[in-house]
């Protein structure tokens, strides 16, 4: 393994803990690195990273109030803060499955497991930082999405470096996907699993039959790999697409309700159970999965008005068949508030908001603050403050008041 010289290398250190944060410090500058960035929390950290290139991340899972390592990398991910070329290493003394499996989801480079050595700390970073110079032209080529260009160099590093040939060929197989070439995409992977039983080969091929439009063929390698591999969470969510397109609605349902078992903080796998519950009339689930979206949103980059309209929408549905449970009504308060403090500026969202208001108020039959409300929204589309009812509720709203 080369020494790498750390002294040309810019690390930012994410750790909420003064002990920790220092020793940490104490190893890195051990190592020679002379350019060492502290972020307490995750909201500093993004900060840093929009400003600053880095080429190591040391972060913490656990961060303390706020975003945790999790959701950081996910926003990290979805914002595309980081390079290909950047390494990044999640620390954590947890070793829960749902932490792993939420950590994996959006891909660090490495773990280190708390408590470690100097000398643990230095091999992982030297591993990585290696595996990260042998792939530089390839990563410069995927941060510029020319994924031609990352293949001619994925295939260079093979030539040059065979331990990576299971790294390359799996980036190749990725890249060729990006260019719909479904065809050679398949036949890499096809081959890579002729050699080798990959996860993510069998992965890469049950896609490319779903883009090939064999749903079938998908269907059965994407069982596969949850069978091979129950951690491979992402298969779950490909295989309820393909019971949607199929219209098995129930099926996919209890697909990503195993799903969200296995690792249950991605919040745009509870939207997508949530939203499929509404579609089959499962306000229970719906409630359930939508609440936990809620709960996720707060520090997640996926924090939108959807989130919160689809739980009161849930909870309005609930209302049809009678007035909330006291727990449901306060989620219902909660929730509304947190719209009316983050997103009621929007006249489409101010509607939705007041339709919903306005159907728990029937449901529990007090007339004259449902009327109240409805006449607060007419007068806010009168200044184009709201989006006006459709036909149908003016319609509903009208019978209920006794207009």
């Not at 999965?289 to 689809?310: G, H, I, M, P």
């Not at 309005?316 to 006291?326: T, Y």
Request: charged share 25%; hydrophobic share 40%; with cysteine.
């Amino acid at each position: 393994m080369t020494k790498q010289d750390f002294s040309k290398k810019k690390a930012l250190l994410i750790e909420d803990m003064a002990e920790a944060r220092i020793m940490q410090r104490k190893m890195l500058t051990d190592f020679g690195f002379t350019s060492i960035d502290i972020a307490m929390k995750a909201e500093t950290a993004i900060e840093l990273l929009r400003n600053t290139s880095f080429d190591v991340i040391l972060s913490d899972y656990n961060l303390g109030n706020g975003k945790d390592g999790q959701q950081l990398l996910e926003e990290i991910r979805h914002s595309k803060l980081i390079p290909n070329t950047a390494t990044y290493l999640m620390v954590t003394a947890e070793t829960s499955i749902e932490m792993v499996m939420g950590a994996i989801e959006y891909q660090p480079d490495g773990y280190i497991t708390k408590p470690f050595s100097q000398a643990v700390l230095q091999r992982r970073l030297n591993k990585l930082l290696e595996t990260k110079d042998k792939l530089y032209k390839v990563n410069v080529a995927l941060d510029a999405s020319n994924y031609k260009e990352a293949i001619q160099a994925a295939k260079q590093v093979i030539k040059q470096h065979p331990a990576l040939t299971g790294k390359c060929e799996r980036i190749i197989g990725e890249s060729l996907l990006e260019l719909k070439e479904y065809k050679k995409a398949f036949s890499l992977f096809n081959k890579t699993l002729k050699n080798r039983k990959m996860p993510w080969a069998l992965f890469g091929k049950a896609r490319c039959y779903f883009y090939m439009n064999d749903m079938e063929k998908a269907e059965q390698n994407f069982r596969q790999l949850m069978l091979d591999n129950r951690f491979f969470v992402s298969a779950y969510d490909w295989l309820a697409k393909i019971q949607v397109i199929q219209n098995k609605i129930e099926e996919a349902q209890s697909t990503l309700i195993e799903a969200i078992g296995k690792s249950p903080k991605n919040i745009l796998r509870q939207m997508e159970l949530g939203n499929i519950s509404l579609s089959i009339n499962d306000y229970i689930t719906a409630e359930m999965s939508f609440r936990r979206s809620v709960f996720l949103a707060k520090y997640s980059c996926y924090n939108t008005a959807d989130v919160y309209l689809k739980h009161l929408e849930a909870l309005a549905r609930i209302s049809d068949s009678g007035p909330l449970n006291p727990r449901q009504r306060d989620n219902f308060d909660s929730t509304l508030k947190k719209v009316h403090e983050f997103f009621f500026d929007n006249p489409d969202n101010k509607a939705k908001s007041y339709s919903y208001e306005i159907d728990i108020f029937l449901s529990e039959n007090d007339l004259s603050t449902a009327k109240q409300i409805f006449e607060v929204w007419l007068s806010e589309v009168e200044s184009n403050l709201a989006t006006p009812p459709t036909k149908q509720q003016y319609s509903t709203y009208e019978k209920s008041f006794g207009n």
